[in-house]
């Protein structure tokens, strides 16, 4: 692909200041069963390039799925031509060797075993075994079970000599059950929709404890059937860490996106609370409160070497014992901004282009263990798995719903709730964060459905947690 892509750009005929070329090959397989019987079984391919040209300071992007010289000089072209057109009301001038700085390097998914290990009639045993093992009685009325394997390869070069090859080995699956006794309805997952997202091979599929799991999650939907309805009262929240996921992606991880700040996404996905000014000296939590970038952990489903652009992924410090430091900004944003970002100009394909996007973003562990959390509390709501979210479009104020609950009592986990729900505003309730687990209790999670842009992108996030606990949040069923 290499040499394809050096002569590419060699060959290009157009005078701009800066070329890059972006290919994406992505292969993905999909099985999905309710009831144990086949509602699909599909497979898909697709492969195409992204050419990037600048132009007076303006980039200009135009895509193609055909290869061949022709091809990629033609949309080269039109890159060019959107580039020279916008360069008269440009917003910022941007520069090759400070936006597109030369890199060079690769990043491989780690994995055990191959994703073909498993041959598809293989995996939809596997599925329909989960699907009777879910149906734990009568009172349970559907079951599915889903798995998603995904080996995607890029290629990025560009005229200033940029070579960077990704290639990201992903499975994703999905269970759950709905029970039903009369009216009721209780619907119960693992971890929430499509949570358990991570790269790596086919050993995902071999954990020890995953019948044991399966039939839980079963007994669990029976279980909430007869479970009182959740409380209406202001006491303390213990978020478990896949509920934790949905709560640092809408309340932080949105929020923070350096191109919504400055108003990029208000007609689409929304603006932020948010300021340019806010970074460095906002106290956007309790000092208890440390968020994370990190592409670098090995599994977590939205790890990479690269971003879309070539910008190498490190670890940084988003906020630091409560104080906001940094933005999910690329290296555009953050020269239009002048605020600090990360290596996150990212796409969900050839035929996009790079936006700001979260990537993996967790909160790092605090010092005590879940049952030192547990025996701390007199009276609260612990929850687990999300199951319905509400935020407005300046991630401020936010009504999320949990699939299950228990009620604390004197330090005790004692009857089992249903229909949990919390309210708040995203400043309130990070500095209502009173105790953070240790990474006994620290967890990561994924969604492979980050939707935002025009045309839209729904992309591969990643975010880990420990138990947490937040004083003083009201919480209330949902129910009649």
């Not at 996009?352 to 790092?364: C, K, S």
Request: glycine content about 8%.
């Amino acid at each position: 692909m290499w040499s394809e892509l050096t002569k590419a750009i060699a060959n290009i005929n157009i005078p701009a200041d800066w070329i890059g070329i972006r290919v994406v090959k992505e292969t993905s397989s999909h099985c999905y069963f309710r009831d144990a019987l086949p509602q699909s079984n599909g497979k898909s391919s697709t492969m195409g390039a992204m050419l990037e040209v600048m132009v007076n300071g303006c980039i200009g992007y135009a895509a193609t799925n055909h290869l061949e010289l022709a091809s990629l000089q033609s949309a080269a072209e039109k890159a060019y031509k959107q580039a020279l057109a916008a360069s008269e009301w440009w917003i910022h001038p941007f520069q090759a060797a400070t936006e597109r700085p030369k890199v060079v390097g690769e990043y491989i998914s780690p994995f055990l075993e191959p994703l073909d290990a498993l041959s598809t009639a293989e995996i939809n045993d596997l599925l329909v075994r989960t699907c009777h093992t879910l149906k734990v009685s009568e009172q349970i009325v559907q079951t599915t079970a889903s798995a998603t394997t995904t080996e995607r390869e890029t290629w990025f070069a560009s005229s200033n000599g940029s070579q960077v090859y990704q290639k990201f080995i992903s499975l994703r699956q999905h269970y759950g059950a709905i029970a039903q006794e009369g009216a009721i309805v209780q619907h119960r997952t693992n971890n929430g929709w499509e949570a358990n997202c991570y790269q790596g091979g086919m050993e995902l599929f071999k954990r020890d404890d995953t019948w044991q799991r399966v039939q839980h999650i079963g007994e669990q939907a029976v279980e909430l059937l007869t479970a009182q309805e959740c409380p209406n009262t202001r006491t303390n929240l213990v978020l478990a860490p896949d509920q934790m996921m949905l709560q640092i992606h809408e309340s932080v991880g949105h929020p923070l996106e350096i191109d919504r700040i400055l108003g990029d996404e208000r007609n689409y996905a929304g603006g932020s609370f948010v300021n340019k000014s806010d970074f460095g000296v906002l106290i956007y939590g309790s000092p208890l409160m440390n968020i994370t970038f990190d592409p670098t952990i090995s599994g977590e489903f939205a790890s990479y070497g690269f971003d879309d652009t070539g910008a190498v992924a490190t670890r940084e410090y988003l906020i630091k014992e409560g104080v906001l430091m940094r933005g999910l900004g690329s290296l555009e944003s953050q020269k239009r901004a002048g605020v600090p970002g990360v290596a996150c100009a990212r796409a969900c394909s050839w035929n996009r282009p790079a936006i700001d996007r979260m990537a993996n973003l967790n909160l790092e562990p605090g010092k005590a263990s879940f049952e030192e959390i547990i025996a701390g509390i007199e009276h609260g709501v612990y929850m687990e798995s999300n199951r319905s979210w509400s935020i407005d479009d300046r991630r401020y104020k936010f009504q999320f719903g949990c699939e299950y609950a228990k009620l604390i009592e004197n330090g005790k986990l004692t009857k089992t709730l249903r229909n949990p729900n919390y309210r708040a505003t995203t400043p309130e309730f990070w500095h209502s964060l009173i105790k953070v687990g240790n990474s006994s209790s620290w967890e990561m999670y994924g969604t492979p459905y980050c939707g935002k842009g025009e045309p839209n992108q729904a992309i591969w996030v990643g975010h880990g947690s420990p138990v947490c606990v937040f004083a003083n949040v009201e919480v209330f069923g949902g129910g009649t």
